[in-house]
C-alpha cells in the first residue's frame, strides 16, 4: 500500500490575494511593458510604427491596483475614491476634488452648480443669464452653459496663444445678465488670469477653469505689485479636470470637479453628481447628519428620509472606485510626465526652430517671443512688462501653417497621417461654426452672443494642428516626426 498523500493546506484569503497581483505583475509587464513611462526601450520603425498624439502611460501598478480593487469589488465609489479626492486636491492645492465620471460631466456639474437655489438671488444662474466663454476650443466646455439654458458670449481667441483674447471682456460684459467666466487653459498653456481674475473681481462673477488639458501648469499672478505662483485649477471658485487617456494623467475615463476655496460648492456638486439628493452621506453610509428622519424639506411630511430627498434636479455621475485606485498610481507619476511633456515641447521647438518661414508656434501667455535652446525654462522666452508669467504643462505641440506658406494644413495634416504621425485640429475649432450651435442658432436667434467678428478663431480653425508631447514619446519618435515635417516643407 502506497503511502498516503498529505492534503495540501488551504490557502487564505490573504495568500489567494497576494499570489493574483503578483501573477497580475508578472502578467502586465509581459503584455503590457510597452506602455511604462519610460518610452526609450520602445521598438520603433520609421513610417511604420505609429506615432500617437497621446496616450495612456502606465506600468503593472496601475493594472495591479485594478485588479486589487475588483477583488474588493466594492465598485461604486469608495474608499479608494475618498483617498484620490484627498490626494489630489492635496497636489493641486485646492480645498476639496470631487470625483465624476469625465472631464465633460465636471463641466456641466461646475455649471449646474450655479443654479442652486442655495445661493443668494442675485448670484444665482437663471435661464437667459449670460456666461463669457471663448469661441476655439472643446465643444463640452460651452455645452455646459447651454445645457443650463444660461447663454454663452463668446469672445475671440488668440491664434499664437490659443486662449482668449482679454481685452474683450468688457465689451462682453451685460450688467445683471452675466453671471461667470468659463474658459479652458488650451493645450496647457494658462489663460491670463492676471486679467480675467481682476475682471470677475471687479463685477462680482463666478469663475470656473476647465484644467482638463493644463494639469501642471502654474501661473504667477502679478496684482497689486505681488507676484503670487500656483498651480492653475486653484484661481477660480471651481475648476474641471479630466482623466480620459490622453490627459496628463488618466482612470480611463473619469474627471473631477475642484473647488479652490469655498467649501459651500461641495454639497451642491455632489448633490448635482449624486442624482440631485439633499444628503451628503456617502454611498454605503447612512445617518451622517444625526437625524436622517428629522427633516422637513418641500411639501414632504416630517420625518421623510433624508436619503430620498431632492433638492435639485440631478444626475448620477460617479465613477467607480476601481478607477479611482488607477488615478492614485497614476497620480505618483504625474510629476514626471509633466517634467517629460514640458522637455518634449521644448526639444519639438528647439528642433523645428529653422521652419518659421512657414510655421507661427505656440507661446505661453505674456511671452513676447522664444529663445530657447531646446531647454524647458523661463529663460527660455521674453515676457511681457506685466510681470505675469507662466509655466505650462503642454498637452500638444501647435503648428499654425501661416497663409503665405506653400501648403495647406489640411495637406500638412494628410501627410503626417500618412507617416503614421498623430495630429489633431485644436478640438472643435470656432464652436459658432460647428453644426450644434448653428442649429441652435436657427432653433433661437438668442441662444448665444458673439463679440466680434471671432476671426482669431476663424485662423485656429484653418490653419491650426497639433501634434503630441506626451510622456510615451521616445526620442526616435520625435527625431521622425522632425524628420517628416522638415522633409514636408522643404519640397513643396
Same mark, same amino acid.
Given at each position: 500500500m502506497s503511502q498516503k498523500e498529505p492534503m495540501s493546506q488551504k490557502k487564505t484569503p490573504a495568500e489567494l490575494r497576494s499570489e493574483i497581483l503578483r501573477l497580475t505583475k508578472e502578467y502586465s509587464e509581459a503584455v503590457h511593458? =510597452? =506602455?511604462?513611462p519610460d518610452p526609450s526601450s520602445l521598438e520603433f520603425h520609421s513610417g511604420e510604427t505609429t506615432i500617437p498624439y497621446a496616450g495612456r502611460v502606465f506600468d503593472a501598478e496601475e493594472v495591479q491596483a485594478a485588479v486589487g480593487s475588483?477583488?474588493?469589488?466594492?465598485?461604486?465609489?469608495?474608499?479608494?475614491?475618498?483617498?484620490?479626492?484627498?490626494?489630489?486636491?492635496?497636489?493641486?492645492?485646492?480645498r476639496k476634488c470631487l470625483l465624476t465620471n469625465s472631464g465633460s460631466s465636471a463641466n456641466l456639474l461646475a455649471v449646474s452648480a450655479l443654479?442652486? %437655489? $442655495?445661493?443668494?438671488?442675485e448670484k444665482r444662474l437663471v435661464p437667459g443669464d449670460e456666461i463669457i466663454t471663448v469661441a476655439a476650443g472643446f465643444p463640452t466646455t460651452v455645452a455646459a452653459i447651454t445645457q443650463n439654458r444660461a447663454i454663452p458670449v463668446f469672445i475671440d481667441s488668440n491664434p499664437i496663444t490659443l486662449n482668449a483674447r482679454c481685452e474683450q471682456?468688457?465689451?462682453?460684459?451685460?450688467?445683471?445678465?452675466? $453671471?461667470?467666466?468659463?474658459?479652458? %487653459?488650451?493645450?496647457?498653456?494658462?489663460?491670463?488670469?492676471?486679467?480675467?481674475?481682476?475682471?470677475? $473681481?471687479?463685477?462680482?462673477?463666478?469663475?470656473?477653469?476647465? =484644467?482638463?488639458?493644463?494639469? /501642471?501648469s502654474e501661473y504667477t499672478l502679478a496684482q497689486s505689485g505681488s507676484q503670487i505662483s500656483k498651480l492653475t485649477g486653484t484661481f477660480g471658485d471651481m475648476s474641471t479636470q479630466s482623466f480620459y487617456p490622453p490627459h496628463h494623467m488618466t482612470l480611463g475615463e473619469g474627471g473631477a470637479v475642484n473647488i479652490a476655496r469655498d467649501m459651500k460648492w461641495k454639497p451642491l456638486i455632489e448633490s448635482f453628481r449624486d442624482w440631485g439628493r439633499d444628503c451628503w452621506c456617502a454611498s454605503g453610509k447612512d445617518n451622517t447628519c444625526g437625524k436622517r428622519y428629522g427633516?422637513?424639506? /418641500?411639501?414632504?411630511?416630517?420625518?421623510?428620509? %433624508? $436619503?430620498?430627498?431632492?433638492?435639485?434636479?440631478?444626475? =448620477?455621475?460617479?465613477?467607480?472606485?476601481?478607477?479611482?485606485?488607477?488615478?492614485?498610481?497614476?497620480?505618483?507619476?504625474?510629476?514626471?510626465? *509633466?517634467k517629460a511633456r514640458r522637455a518634449n515641447w521644448a526639444y519639438l521647438r528647439a528642433e523645428l526652430a529653422?521652419?518659421?518661414?512657414?510655421?507661427?508656434?505656440?507661446?505661453?501667455?505674456?511671452?513676447?517671443?522664444w529663445h530657447g535652446d531646446g531647454q524647458s525654462t523661463a529663460d527660455s522666452f521674453s515676457w511681457d512688462p506685466t510681470g505675469a508669467t507662466c509655466d505650462p504643462s503642454w498637452f500638444g505641440f501647435m503648428l499654425l501653417v501661416k497663409p503665405e506658406a506653400p501648403f495647406t494644413r489640411a495637406e500638412f495634416g494628410r501627410e503626417l497621417e500618412r507617416c503614421k504621425i498623430g495630429n489633431r485640429t485644436l478640438f472643435g475649432g470656432n464652436l459658432?461654426?460647428?453644426?450644434?450651435?448653428?442649429?441652435?442658432?436657427?432653433?433661437?436667434?438668442?441662444?448665444?452672443?458673439? *463679440?466680434?467678428?471671432l476671426a482669431g478663431a476663424d485662423e485656429i480653425m484653418n490653419r491650426a494642428l497639433f501634434i503630441g508631447v506626451y510622456p510615451g514619446l521616445s526620442r526616435p519618435m520625435m527625431d521622425f516626426m522632425v524628420e517628416t515635417i522638415h522633409k514636408f516643407v522643404r519640397t513643396r
Open positions: 511593458g =510597452n =506602455n511604462g475588483s477583488l474588493d469589488f466594492w465598485l461604486t465609489l469608495g474608499a479608494e475614491g475618498e483617498a484620490l479626492e484627498r490626494e489630489f486636491a492635496s497636489y493641486l492645492g485646492a443654479t442652486s %437655489h $442655495k445661493l443668494p438671488d471682456l468688457e465689451e462682453a460684459y451685460s450688467p445683471e445678465k452675466t $453671471k461667470a467666466v468659463m474658459m479652458a %487653459h488650451t493645450l496647457g498653456n494658462p489663460f491670463d488670469l492676471d486679467v480675467v481674475t481682476a475682471f470677475c $473681481k471687479r463685477y462680482g462673477l463666478w469663475l470656473i477653469e476647465d =484644467n482638463c488639458d493644463s494639469l /501642471g427633516w422637513q424639506l /418641500g411639501e414632504l411630511p416630517e420625518g421623510y428620509d %433624508h $436619503k430620498y430627498i431632492y433638492s435639485h434636479l440631478g444626475y =448620477n455621475m460617479k465613477p467607480l472606485d476601481l478607477q479611482a485606485a488607477i488615478g492614485r498610481s497614476q497620480l505618483k507619476k504625474l510629476p514626471a510626465f *509633466i529653422d521652419l518659421e518661414e512657414f510655421f507661427v508656434f505656440q507661446l505661453p501667455s505674456h511671452a513676447l517671443a459658432v461654426r460647428q453644426p450644434a450651435w448653428m442649429q441652435l442658432r436657427r432653433d433661437n436667434p438668442t441662444a448665444f452672443r458673439v *463679440i466680434g467678428d
